[in-house]
Nanobody, 124 residues
């Protein structure tokens, strides 16, 4: 069992930055790929990006709309994954969720564990 807790959300002006954190419980954090998803008001939850961990190497994947602006990283010693968000736009306003699963997929059903979400509001 893995429990995930996101933090770091808040209100930021367009063009600003935020860093979200996702802290995981359990001793098997490094065996999971970690994904970030978001859900804007009135819209379905969508994939933001993911990070894998294999043979002491990470690989990251991003949806096109955040490439070059968002960066996912992980610190396995702290059981934490991060989502650094730069050059934020109003359309980035959403509840952001982290998730853990066996592979860095872009599909919700590929993830086993989910956090409760953290709200990000980008003002113009």
């Amino acid at each position: 069992q893995v429990q995930l807790v996101e933090s770091g959300g808040g209100l930021v002006q367009a063009g600003g930055s935020l860093r979200l954190s996702c802290a995981a419980s359990g001793r098997t954090f490094s065996s999971y790929a970690m994904g970030w998803f978001r859900q804007a008001p009135g819209r379905e939850r969508e994939f933001v990006g993911a990070i894998s961990w294999n043979n002491f190497r990470t690989a990251t994947y991003y949806t096109d709309s955040v490439k070059g602006r968002f960066t996912i990283s992980r610190d396995n010693t702290k059981n934490t994954t991060y989502l650094q968000m730069n050059s934020l736009k109003s359309e980035d306003t959403a509840v952001y969720y982290c998730a853990a699963g066996p592979r860095p997929a872009g599909i919700e059903s590929d993830y086993t564990y989910w956090g409760q979400g953290t709200q990000v509001i980008v003002s113009t």
